[in-house]
C-alpha cells in the first residue's frame, strides 16, 4: 500500500506532496503540530491532542483550517488510506500561504496537512526492555514552549548532540539548573524514597498528553507525585528515570551522561507504569 498524505482539502500521493514555497510554516516556523498515537485503531487521547492544537492556534491567533469535526473526519480517513493501525498521525497546521513579510497576512487561509505512518509494537517493545540513554543540555529555546509549534531548531540540536553521543534523547536544562523536558519528551524522576517528579506545566515545557494521562492513572492508583522541577544532580541520584511522549509512551532510562540509573537496568516502577499505560491505551 503506498503512503497518502491530505494536504489542503486533497489526497495526494505522499512522494508527490508538497505546499509553496511561500508558504509561511516553510518561511517562518509560523505553524503548530500535533503528533497522535494509534493503537489498535484507536486515537490515543485524541481529544487532549485536538484541545492542544486549538490552543496552539488560539495562542498564535492563526485562524483554524476547518471545524473540529470534519477534521476529524480527515484523520480517520488518511489512516484507513494508509493502512495505518497502530503507528502516528501527523498534523501540521500553518499560517497559509503569502508574500514574504512578517506580519500576519490579512486574508490569511491556513494549510492543514496530515501523514500517517505504521510503527512497530515489538521494536517498541524491544527498546523498553533494554531502556535507553539520555544526556543532559542547556536548555536553548524561546518563552513559550507551551506552544506546540513547528519551529524546533532547539529541539532538532538537541537530539542531534545526542545522537551523536551515542544516545536516545536529551534532557534540556534551564538557567538555574532544572531539568525542562526532552526535545521531544516529558521528563520524570523517581526519587530513592519511590516519589514521582515531574515539573508542572507552565510556559516553560509542552503541556505532554502522555503525561497528564499518566498523572490521571497514578491518581488514581495511588502513586505519590510531586510536580515540581528537578536538578540535574536530583537526575543524577535518581532511583528510576523515565520519560512520556506520544511516540514513546513510558520509557524508561538507564544511562545519564553515561552514567548508569541505578543498576543500569530499567526499574520496577518504570516498567509498572509502562505496563499500566499500554493498559490504558488498550482499554
Ligand atoms: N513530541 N515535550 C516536547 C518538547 C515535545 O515535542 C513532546 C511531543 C512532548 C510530549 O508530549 P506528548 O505526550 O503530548 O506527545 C514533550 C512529539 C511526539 C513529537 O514532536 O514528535
Request: charged share 45%.
Given at each position: 500500500m503506498s503512503r497518502i498524505a491530505y494536504v489542503n482539502g486533497q489526497y495526494v500521493p505522499h512522494l508527490d506532496a508538497a505546499v509553496h514555497i511561500e508558504d509561511r510554516g516553510y518561511q517562518f516556523a509560523d505553524g503548530v503540530y500535533e503528533v497522535i498515537p494509534v493503537v489498535n485503531n484507536k486515537l490515543i487521547g485524541e481529544e487532549g491532542h485536538l484541545d492542544r492544537l486549538w490552543r496552539s492556534m488560539e495562542e498564535l491567533k492563526m485562524a483554524e483550517p476547518m471545524k473540529r469535526k470534519p477534521l476529524e473526519m480527515v484523520m480517520r480517513e488518511v489512516l484507513r488510506q494508509n493502512g495505518v493501525e497502530n503507528g502516528l498521525i501527523y498534523l501540521q497546521v500553518t499560517r497559509g500561504v503569502a508574500?514574504?513579510?512578517?506580519?500576519?497576512?490579512?486574508d490569511a487561509v491556513s494549510s492543514l496537512v496530515m501523514t500517517a505512518k505504521k510503527t512497530s509494537p515489538e521494536k517498541a517493545e524491544a527498546k523498553a526492555a533494554k531502556g535507553v540513554s539520555i544526556i543532559t543540555v542547556p536548555d536553548?529555546?524561546?518563552?513559550?514552549?507551551d506552544i506546540k509549534s513547528v519551529s524546533l531548531l532547539p529541539n532538532v540540536l538537541a537530539k542531534q548532540e545526542a545522537v551523536e553521543k551515542g544516545a536516545y534523547e536529551a534532557f534540556q536544562v534551564d538557567e538555574e539548573g532544572f531539568i525542562t523536558e526532552g526535545s521531544s519528551t516529558n521528563a520524570w524522576i523517581i526519587t530513592q524514597d519511590g516519589t514521582l517528579v515531574t515539573r508542572p506545566t507552565g510556559n516553560d515545557i509542552l503541556a505532554g498528553i502522555t503525561r497528564a494521562d499518566l498523572l490521571k492513572l497514578l491518581e488514581q492508583k495511588n502513586y505519590k507525585v510531586e510536580l515540581r522541577p528537578f536538578t540535574v544532580e536530583e537526575l543524577q541520584n535518581a532511583r528510576e528515570v523515565f520519560l512520556t511522549s506520544s511516540s514513546s509512551y513510558v520509557l524508561p532510562i538507564v544511562e545519564v551522561d553515561g552514567k548508569p540509573v541505578g543498576n543500569g537496568h530499567p526499574g520496577s516502577i518504570s516498567n509498572d507504569l509502562r505496563g499500566i499505560f499500554k493498559d490504558f491505551m488498550n482499554n
Open positions: 508574500p514574504r513579510d512578517h506580519p500576519f497576512p490579512r536553548i529555546r524561546w518563552a513559550r514552549r
